[in-house]
């Protein structure tokens, strides 16, 4: 399922670096499925989550880690 997904916007040249669901916030049926590129500003907002749900309508199905570079540069 996932890997289709990959296929699906690999075909679309997008880079799918996050690949995620949205639920109906408060229950368990997923609304549609999206991926995007994470800019700089979201990227960190769903990187520094732990869990799958950093948010309870997102579900992150295939979130692609960056490289981890000291950066202290805020905004
Ligand atoms: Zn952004």
Known sequence: MLTRFKEIASGLEIPPSFIFARLIPGSSVV??????????????EF????????????????LERREQKERKKKG
Do not use: E, F, S
């Open 31 to 44: 609304a549609a499925i999206n991926w995007r590129v994470l800019c700089d500003r979201c990227y960190p």
């Open 47 to 62: 990187a520094r989550t732990q869990g799958k749900m950093p948010r309870p309508d997102i579900y992150i199905m295939h």
